[in-house]
């Protein structure tokens, strides 16, 4: 399952590029106005970072403007996914920009039904919104489960699945046992994956016995 992180926070994404543990960045406009930046320069700063697919968010709503934006947008890097709302004028940009060619990255899933059109009109990923789902008492999770049964059943569908809106450990995994294609998650969660309180207690434990025996690996 590749891991995207979801920011726009540019010192966040240059540790986790460094690390190696990333495969590519997700923005929405809620992360564009945290960073209190240029869009088109946090984007592009943010494409130069990692090799793999950056998503960038339209702001239009109609078809003939997201598609004037998307242009801007692909035009910024080779590495640039288009962000589209789930709406039916995302949905018909997402099938002409498809059919040029251009990543699309299909947002704001809440249902099945949802994720069939966006594979249909040819979306490189279906973005389903776990945590928010979550957040009104749904399981989150469960949409996941159906939209990777759906898009089994008909193999001609080459939509990857990226899991978003997770905001826990659990959420990563679940999303994983499932066969997410792709997980987008903020930087925090994606250091707590690496985390666990017996790794810390041992490591310590290790580092003290070590020191006890007067060794040194590298040469003194
Ligand atoms: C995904 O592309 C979205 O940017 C993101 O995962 C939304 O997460 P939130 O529901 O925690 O805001």
Not at 6 to 14: G, H, K, N, R
Not at 54 to 78: H, W, Y
Request: proline residues 5%; contains cysteine.
């Amino acid at each position: 399952m590749k891991i995207f992180a979801d920011t726009a926070d540019i010192a966040a994404i240059e540790r986790l590029a460094r690390s190696g543990l990333i495969d590519g960045v997700t923005t929405n406009p809620t992360l564009i106005a945290r960073s209190g930046r240029p869009f088109l320069d946090v984007v592009t700063e943010i494409a130069a970072l990692v090799e793999g697919p950056v998503s960038a968010e339209v702001s239009g709503t109609e078809f003939d403007q997201m598609m004037r934006e998307a242009d801007i947008l692909r035009n910024l890097a080779p590495n640039i996914c288009v962000k589209l709302p789930l709406t039916v004028d995302g949905l018909r940009a997402c099938k002409q920009l498809s059919s040029e060619g251009t990543r699309t990255n299909v947002t704001l899933c809440f249902s099945v039904n949802q994720a069939l059109l966006a594979a249909k009109a040819g979306a490189t990923f279906i973005s389903p919104f776990v945590g928010r789902l979550d957040d009104i008492g749904l399981d989150g999770t469960d949409l996941l489960q159906d939209i990777r049964v759906i898009y089994d059943n008909y193999p001609e569908l080459d939509t990857h699945i990226l899991a978003a809106s997770l905001r826990t450990p659990n959420h990563v995994s679940a999303a994983a046992r499932i066969g997410a294609d792709a997980a987008t998650m903020p930087p925090e969660v994606i250091d707590k994956l690496a985390s666990h309180p017996l790794t810390t207690s041992g490591l310590q434990m290790f580092l003290k016995d070590w020191a006890e025996t007067g060794q040194s690996i590298l040469p003194r």
